[in-house]
């Protein structure tokens, strides 16, 4: 599992209320990424980090930001959780720095419910 | 990255071996492809990648073919765990912090 933990495993929230998802590791590595994944989508990419304090957009940014304060914590914040945020969230590391090493491997998902 | 394009679902029996095809015609030469599956409500577990010739290692093959424009993962003895969803993705090599790009990939159920 590539030491990936995500925090909550699930959540219920009401629409208009913050929520933040937490992507812990625990082997130092560089990049990290938040997915999320709705039916008739797949996985779509919504922000990534390449360090610490270091991070840019995705596909579908819209209505999320992100911190990594420390090299092991990718944090995903909705400011104001909308229904059309209801997804299942993934968080991923890259491992290795290059090429053909450079294999990503993903958390366990946070589902979150936006009522 | 190039596109590429699955059969949305497959049927195989448990214990024979499972093949699995991908379509990715507009591959260029610096582009690896990349297998993964996702069982039902877990997150996509990394199987396999490659860039010219055939790979194996413990979960499975991988076959490219010579113009790489095709390539077929193989699961050499199928059981009821590996009914998942695969994903066959191209991806540039050159390193960076891109992301992955999933398609709907194939559905493949393993029958006892």
């Known amino acids: 599992d590539a030491g990936i933990t995500q925090s909550p495993r699930h959540k219920v929230t009401e629409t208009g209320t913050p929520v933040t998802l937490r992507c812990h590791q625990t082997?130092?590595?560089?990049?990290m990424y938040w997915y999320r994944q709705d039916p008739g989508h797949g996985l779509r990419l919504i922000h990534y980090?390449?360090?610490?304090?270091?991070?840019d957009k995705g596909e579908v940014s819209d209505g999320y930001s992100v911190s990594r304060s420390k090299t092991e914590d990718f944090l995903l914040t909705l400011e104001s959780a909308t229904s059309s945020q209801t997804s299942v969230y993934f968080c991923a590391i890259s491992v290795g720095t290059s090429g053909s090493k450079e294999t990503q491997y993903f958390g366990p998902g946070t589902r979150l419910l936006v009522l | 990255d190039a596109k590429t394009t699955q059969p949305p679902s497959m049927d195989c029996a448990e214990g024979r071996a499972a093949n699995l095809p991908c379509n990715h015609s507009?591959?260029?030469?610096?582009?690896?492809v990349y297998w993964y599956r996702q069982i039902h409500s877990q997150g996509p577990q990394y199987i396999i990648h490659?860039?010219?010739n055939n790979e194996t290692n413990e979960m499975a093959s991988l076959i490219i073919t010579e113009d790489r424009k095709s390539s077929t993962l193989i699961l050499p003895h199928a059981t009821l765990r590996d009914t998942a969803v695969y994903y066959c993705i191209v991806r540039f090599s050159g390193g960076g912090a891109d992301g992955l790009t999933f398609g709907k990939g194939t559905h493949l159920i393993i029958q006892p």
């Open positions: 507009t591959i260029s030469g610096n582009e690896y």
């Open positions: 490659g860039l010219k």
């Open positions: 980090s390449y360090g610490v304090k270091d991070t």
């Open positions: 082997e130092n590595h560089r990049y």
